[in-house]
């Protein structure tokens, strides 16, 4: 029986851009000068309107709202605790899953006992021990934020709270994978995700909107900021946790990017959008109700509609939202379409795609080298964790097939 899938997943900001931390290499908080107003809460009517409609649009019988900001938890508990008791009005008989991304510094007993009473799924950022974590992660008053934020993931863990962490890897923190990684084992972190920052320079289009970041779509803007990873580091950088967990660790500790990489040689449809053949299905919810393409392109021209006014189906299946999805497979260099690690990637996240192809063609991934040595490393390991799945064995005894290094023939 075919699975049932939800036309697409819209992420709500229901404080927008604002948070309490000043963190130096994050691409959101900037967006704040797209707004002429300094109050960014999400007004009641628009949070009804948007659970009302996105349950109503939801085909499958699972709804999953993702909440997250600049810093959702700076709205309190109570507004929550409304969006709670509005999801059980309109849910009818289909259950409902929250998740919300946090800094975690704004954690405490009355957070951690409403997150756990509404089994919350939440997602905590957190870059690695002290000295990496507060290179970026500072408050607005640039002061180090490390101590905090264990503080509320130990709550997380006190109050039984499931929850994965998010580590952004930038230039420096590339260079140390296995202190991050050993780190995260040390806590009992059991899933992690690791995000690359790439940003770029402003051009004299972003400057003039008050950006300090460049845009998705400018043209010749291929200078990275200060703080973006180098491409190949950032491989190199997943190889060295990889090589750790594949002879360690499968099974205990949950790595998305692997896990990623897994169903790709699986065949099975990516459930990232990053390695998805096209995007379009992953839009973003400001707190006024205005709906954009995607997280990182919430920009005028990739505006939609507001949930005010148009249903969920409308923003998806807008032939504007069509384009931008379908725009990632057909724009995708012959280059890329002929490398041997497309199936894995697909180009990865458009945003990244502001490089030439050595042949000259528009559109190349920044992280393209990186990639390329990474999933060319993973490959023969990866055969092996699938050739145990198909025989009904457990991932995790790929660490007693490989005992050393590890030679596989075929492709």
Not at 30 to 40: A, G, H, I, M, P
Not at 362 to 368: H, K, Q, S, V
Request: proline fraction near 4%.
């Amino acid at each position: 029986m075919e699975q049932v899938r939800n036309i697409a997943h819209i992420l709500a900001k229901p404080i927008g851009p604002q948070c309490n931390l000043n963190c130096g290499y994050c691409f959101y908080t900037e967006k704040s000068v797209l707004y002429r107003t300094q109050n960014f809460r999400m007004a009641d009517e628009v949070l009804e309107t948007y659970i009302r409609k996105y349950i109503a649009a939801s085909k499958a019988p699972e709804v999953s709202f993702v909440w997250q900001g600049g810093e959702p938890t700076l709205l309190g508990v109570d507004f929550f605790r409304k969006a709670i008791s509005l999801q059980r009005r309109y849910a009818g008989d289909k259950r409902i899953v929250n998740s919300l991304q946090t800094n975690g510094t704004l954690l405490d007993d009355e957070w951690c006992g409403f997150l756990k009473d509404n089994d919350f799924l939440v997602g905590i950022s957190l870059d690695g021990p002290a000295d990496i974590h507060d290179r970026y992660r500072l408050s607005q008053a640039r002061t180090e934020t490390f101590t905090t934020v264990l503080k509320g993931f130990r709550l997380l863990k006190e109050y039984d709270i499931p929850f994965n962490v998010l580590c952004c890897v930038t230039k420096e923190s590339a260079y140390q994978a296995k202190e991050i990684y050993q780190f995260f084992k040390y806590e009992g972190i059991k899933f992690i995700q690791f995000i690359p920052i790439v940003e770029r320079q402003p051009d004299a289009v972003a400057i003039e909107l008050g950006l300090r970041h460049g845009m998705p779509g400018a043209k010749k803007a291929t200078e990275v900021t200060l703080w973006s990873v180098e491409a190949e580091e950032y491989g190199d950088f997943l190889i060295t946790i990889f090589d750790e967990w594949v002879r360690n660790d499968v099974g205990t500790v949950h790595v998305m990017n692997f896990e990623w990489a897994l169903e790709a040689w699986l065949g099975l449809e990516a459930t990232v959008c990053v390695f998805a053949k096209q995007c379009g299905e992953a839009l973003v919810m400001e707190h006024d109700g205005t709906v954009y393409s995607c997280d990182h392109y919430v920009y005028p021209e990739y505006q939609l509609g507001n949930i005010l006014t148009s249903t969920p189906e409308e923003l998806v299946q807008s032939q504007k939202q069509r384009q931008f999805g379908l725009a990632k497979k057909e724009k995708l260099p012959a280059y890329c379409r002929n490398c041997a690690a497309e199936f894995a990637c697909h180009g990865e996240c458009p945003k990244h795609r502001f490089l030439q192809t050595p042949d000259g063609e528009e559109g190349l991934n920044y992280l393209c080298a990186g990639y390329k040595r990474y999933f060319q490393h993973i490959h023969p390991y990866m055969k092996v964790i699938r050739q145990l799945i198909e025989n009904n064995l457990p991932p995790a005894k790929v660490m007693d097939v490989i005992k050393g290094p590890l030679i596989v023939k075929g492709d």
